[in-house]
């Protein structure tokens, strides 16, 4: 009976030490996702804020990418809660990478997510996931999930 309350006070105290340090260490900012393997490059972030577009029918997300393959695919989600409801929607674009054959040129690029769940934008914070995929060689992709302000 001791030897079992023995390995419990160990065992709680180990949880305990973990649980603290993952609390109390600091956590980096989530600025860019990068994918770097045998020659791709693959990189993505979304910018803070979009723009709504038709009264909320659809929001511009402005997104940085930096990538080598000749194309690329973007795909981004988005989810705002507004009121009761949540307003969803989901974009694709194929991308041409400015940084053919190289890497360190980023572009901008606008994608327009149009609402889809029958509820529009809103002025507010909304929850994105956005991920870029290509191939170069081998093929790859990178995400970040993040929020973003949506203004007008």
């Known amino acids: 009976m001791k030897n079992n309350r023995t390995k419990a006070a160990v065992l709680g105290g180990v949880l305990a030490a973990g649980t603290a340090l993952a609390l109390l260490s600091p956590a980096s900012p989530a600025l860019a996702y990068d994918y770097d393997y045998d020659g ?11 723009t709504l577009v038709a009264r909320g ?10 990538c080598n393959p000749e194309e690329v695919q973007l795909t981004i989600e988005v989810a705002e809660r507004v009121g009761s409801r949540i307003a969803r929607g989901y974009a694709y674009s194929p991308v041409a990478c400015a940084g053919v054959q190289q890497t360190g040129i980023q572009q901008r690029v606008l994608i327009r997510v149009p609402s ?3 509820t529009p934008f809103m002025r507010g914070t909304a929850v994105v996931t956005a991920s870029i995929y290509g191939c170069n060689g081998s093929c790859g992709s990178t995400s970040e999930n993040t929020t973003i302000n949506i203004t007008t």
């Open 40 to 50: 791709m490059y693959l990189d993505i972030a979304v910018q803070s804020s979009a």
């Open 57 to 66: 029918a659809a929001i511009d997300v402005p997104i940085d990418i930096t």
């Open 116 to 118: 889809q769940s029958g």
